[in-house]
């Protein structure tokens, strides 16, 4: 019973879980560019001691999702899945990534029944 709820959240939530992606992968990367670039304390959006933040945060953020990568890959292989896409989900995703390793294969399962 519970994974059949889990099906219908899956299925449901499919688009906005894409999305919530596509906004983690744009976030990271603006913060990355705010950091590194220059460009932004040049044209003054920000100040020097702002893009030392944005590069601090760009660094943290990228050792969270190396962490996450690592426990997609660890719950991939646990599940019998494709290790390497794990991987690359939990690397790119962050914790939408550990999540949709975790849980998508759930929903595949009940769907072949």
């Known amino acids: 019973m519970k994974l059949a709820r889990l099906d219908v959240f899956a299925r449901e939530n499919a688009r906005a879980m894409r999305v919530g992606e596509l906004a983690i992968v744009l976030a990271f990367a603006g913060c990355a560019d705010a950091g590194y670039s220059g ?8 100040t020097l001691e702002g893009e030392g933040v944005a590069r601090a945060c760009a660094n943290a953020i990228a050792c969270a999702h190396v962490a996450c990568a690592c426990a997609s890959m660890n719950v991939a292989n646990e599940r019998g899945t494709n290790e390497v896409l794990a991987f690359a989900k939990g690397l790119a995703f962050g914790v939408v990534g550990v999540a949709d390793v975790a849980f998508a294969g759930d929903a595949r399962a009940i769907e072949d029944e």
């Open 39 to 46: 460009d932004w304390s040049r044209v003054g959006a920000l």
